[in-house]
């Protein structure tokens, strides 16, 4: 048996972690494993990577992913026929997708077509925001980063009194702003699922200068807006599958914080900082766990099926119902952080 593997989309750390998981995991079992190079774009123009043993040696700690990625659509560019075509020409038996909504919904569309494409995903995303898993790999790694942030922010904001904003990834969900700000002590945290009233963020911080707290520290995602407002975009250009490119929700609460308090603030745009570098201890556990559970499920040709993770255990769901929306903060976490401001 033969499997193909691809990764797509943002990086993240330990997406390494997770094809060398597939990898060792498959050599046991006596499978082979070829790599695609840069996601779905190494299936249309046949580029591969043998992967075996060496290949993989010493990338657990590597962050980025080894076979590079993109975010190219095969329905888009309307190139479906030659992704099949390749299947068939490098012997593939089924594919194992490494990725977010994006790379795992054209896994899940090559699965339902008339002569479906076998493969199952593995949710990996920094955003964290695959409804189907309680945890998407490279999540840890990216609020281990920006809590980082927030404690470094924290002694210069002190030492200015300033109000320092700091703007985290997430697309549409607030799960990076919402872990890494209450663990940093954050004063507000601002993210999608809530639009704030900009007068609140306002109140919040001039009440802290009255207590004698002439600093402040807000996480704002760089998918939050205050009502009535759109969310921020750095242009109107979109991805292949339909993503704006979000950004600049911390430079617009910089100048109207400033404005409305009179207390000099900052910004810091966090942005790729959060998908490079070493990946946690438990980011690369999840991966490893989740690498098995891949090529467990091609064993058990279970396919169109996406590895999940519910509670403590790692399982699956299919790929329709896992991809399914955005998984939001919930109303519990969110109602823990408003304790604290
Ligand atoms: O989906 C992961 C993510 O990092 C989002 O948080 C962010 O909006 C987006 O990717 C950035 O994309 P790019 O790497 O194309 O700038």
Same mark, same amino acid.
């Given at each position: !048996?033969?499997?193909?593997? /691809?990764?797509?989309?943002?990086?993240?750390?330990?997406?390494?972690?997770?094809?060398?998981?597939?990898?060792?995991?498959?050599?046991?079992?006596?499978?082979?494993?070829?790599?695609?190079?840069?996601?779905?774009?190494?299936?249309?123009?046949?580029?591969?990577?043998?992967?075996?043993?060496?290949?993989?040696?010493?990338?657990?700690?590597?962050?980025?992913?080894?076979?590079?990625?993109?975010? +190219? $659509?095969?329905?888009?560019?309307?190139? %479906?026929?030659?992704?099949?075509? $390749?299947?068939?020409?490098?012997?593939?038996?089924?594919?194992?997708?490494?990725?977010?909504?994006?790379?795992?919904?054209? !896994?899940?569309? /090559?699965?339902?077509?008339?002569?479906? %494409?076998?493969?199952?995903?593995?949710?990996?995303?920094?955003?964290?925001?695959?409804?189907?898993?309680?945890?998407?790999?490279?999540?840890?790694?990216?609020?281990?980063?920006? +809590?980082?942030?927030?404690?470094?922010?924290?002694?210069? @904001?002190?030492?200015? &009194?300033?109000?320092?904003?700091?703007? #985290? !990834?997430?697309?549409? @969900?607030? &799960?990076?702003?919402?872990?890494?700000?209450?663990?940093?002590?954050?004063?507000?945290?601002?993210?999608?699922?809530?639009?704030?009233?900009?007068?609140? #963020?306002?109140?919040?911080? $001039?009440?802290?200068?009255?207590?004698?707290?002439?600093?402040?520290?807000? %996480?704002?995602?760089?998918?939050?807006?205050?009502?009535?407002?759109?969310?921020?975009?750095?242009?109107?250009?979109?991805?292949?599958?339909?993503?704006?490119?979000?950004?600049?929700?911390?430079?617009?609460?910089?100048?109207?914080?400033?404005?409305?308090?009179?207390?000099?603030?900052?910004?810091?745009?966090?942005?790729?900082?959060?998908?490079?570098?070493?990946?946690?201890?438990?980011?690369?556990?999840?991966? +490893?766990?989740?690498?098995? @559970?891949?090529?467990?499920?091609?064993?058990?040709?279970?396919?169109?099926?996406?590895?999940?993770?519910?509670?403590?255990?790692?399982?699956? #769901?299919?790929? @329709?119902?896992?991809?399914?929306?955005?998984?939001?903060?919930?109303?519990?976490?969110?109602?823990?952080?408003?304790?604290?401001?």
């Amino acid at each position: !048996m033969r499997i193909g593997i /691809l990764t797509g989309g943002g990086d993240s750390p330990a997406v390494n972690a997770a094809i060398r998981a597939v990898v060792k995991k498959s050599e046991k079992d006596g499978i082979e494993v070829l790599g695609f190079l840069n996601g779905w774009a190494g299936l249309i123009e046949g580029k591969t990577m043998p992967l075996g043993d060496d290949n993989v040696s010493g990338i657990l700690p590597k962050g980025g992913t080894i076979l590079g990625t993109s975010r +190219t $659509n095969p329905f888009k560019l309307d190139k %479906v026929d030659e992704v099949k075509k $390749n299947i068939a020409a490098f012997g593939i038996d089924a594919l194992i997708t490494i990725g977010g909504d994006a790379t795992n919904g054209v !896994m899940r569309r /090559l699965n339902e077509l008339d002569e479906p %494409v076998r493969g199952v995903g593995i949710p990996q995303t920094i955003d964290n925001d695959i409804p189907g898993s309680d945890y998407s790999i490279g999540f840890d790694s990216a609020v281990a980063i920006a +809590t980082d942030a927030c404690d470094k922010l924290h002694s210069t @904001a002190e030492s200015h &009194h300033r109000v320092m904003i700091l703007e #985290v !990834m997430g697309r549409d @969900a607030g &799960h990076i702003a919402v872990e890494a700000g209450v663990a940093g002590g954050a004063d507000i945290i601002l993210i999608p699922e809530k639009q704030f009233e900009l007068d609140w #963020v306002c109140d919040r911080v $001039n009440e802290r200068q009255s207590r004698g707290k002439n600093f402040s520290i807000i %996480v704002v995602a760089e998918g939050a807006r205050p009502v009535g407002h759109d969310q921020v975009v750095r242009t109107e250009k979109v991805d292949q599958f339909g993503h704006v490119l979000l950004g600049g929700s911390g430079e617009y609460l910089m100048a109207e914080v400033e404005k409305c308090t009179g207390v000099e603030s900052r910004v810091t745009i966090l942005g790729h900082i959060q998908r490079g570098g070493t990946p946690t201890s438990h980011d690369r556990l999840m991966a +490893t766990r989740f690498g098995v @559970a891949a090529v467990e499920l091609i064993k058990a040709q279970k396919w169109g099926r996406l590895v999940a993770l519910k509670g403590d255990k790692v399982t699956s #769901v299919p790929l @329709a119902e896992g991809l399914d929306g955005t998984k939001e903060v919930s109303e519990e976490l969110y109602e823990t952080a408003m304790l604290f401001y």
